[in-house]
């Protein structure tokens, strides 16, 4: 049962649902505690109806739905996430777990972050829990037991803005300059159904780039293009 005092942490749910509505909590709880639902014996909230309520909050931050999706994939995999990458830039593959026993990993997000940096200067940044948690989704729904191509991660403001010089077409304040978008394909998998899986978390942005094989993901509002 959730109170005044009820944290998120507590609850296990994706760090993506709790970093969206941790600075709501209050206000949900004092809308649900003066309104009565339908099909509801009393205002006290279950985590399941408080979920539902609260899902249109987390949709506004792009990461709604798919924390029940990603909570019973977690659950599947032992309560493991990994992902399994391989960068065309670099030609670095790596097998990482960044998230285990209801906990995220320092020093597997760390080793991910070095994987995903910006491979024209070398800078790292730490990459999203978020989006991270989008990629192992969208892999588990794909079925997909190769490693995945990472097209792009982390990308420097100084990378970013000589490509925009270059009119490569990238946007000004991009997503994958705060560590927060990923570009990356399938190999063997059609690329529109990679498009329509990653769609269908209503997650985050998603661009389709058909002529250069990949699909970009990031943790901003749910949006696609492309």
């Known amino acids: 049962m959730l109170g005044s005092s009820t944290k998120l942490a507590e609850l ?22 003066n309104h009565r639902y339908s099909g509801m014996k009393n205002t006290n909230l279950s985590r399941r109806h408080f979920i539902a309520a609260a899902s249109g909050v987390a949709f506004a931050a792009g990461f709604g739905a798919p924390a029940v999706a990603l909570a019973a994939t977690t659950k599947a995999s032992n309560n493991r996430r990994q992902l399994a990458m391989h960068h065309i830039h670099t030609g670095e593959s790596a097998t990482l777990v960044y998230f285990d026993n209801g906990h995220y990993l320092d ?3 760390a080793e991910i972050s070095h994987l995903l940096r910006d491979f024209r200067t070398n800078e790292v940044i730490a990459m999203d829990r978020a989006v991270l ?3 192992y989704l969208l892999n588990s729904q794909l079925g997909f037991a190769k490693p995945m191509e990472i097209i792009g991660g982390y990308r420097s403001p100084k990378t970013n803005e000589k490509l925009r010089q270059e ?13 927060q978008a990923i570009d990356v394909a399938f190999p063997g998998t059609s690329l529109a159904k990679v498009r329509q ?10 661009g389709y780039y058909p002529k250069s094989g990949f699909i970009h993901l990031d943790s901003g509002p749910f949006r696609s293009w492309g």
Do not use: C
């Open 197 to 206: 899986a990653a769609l269908s978390m209503k997650a985050g942005g998603v």
């Open 107 to 109: 020093d597997g997000i």
């Open 12 to 33: 296990h749910w994706p760090i993506a649902v709790q970093r969206t509505i941790e600075p709501n909590l209050s206000g949900l709880l004092l809308l649900f505690q």
């Open 167 to 179: 009119g490569r077409g990238v946007a000004k304040r991009s997503y994958h300059m705060k560590g």
């Open 133 to 135: 948690d989008q990629l």
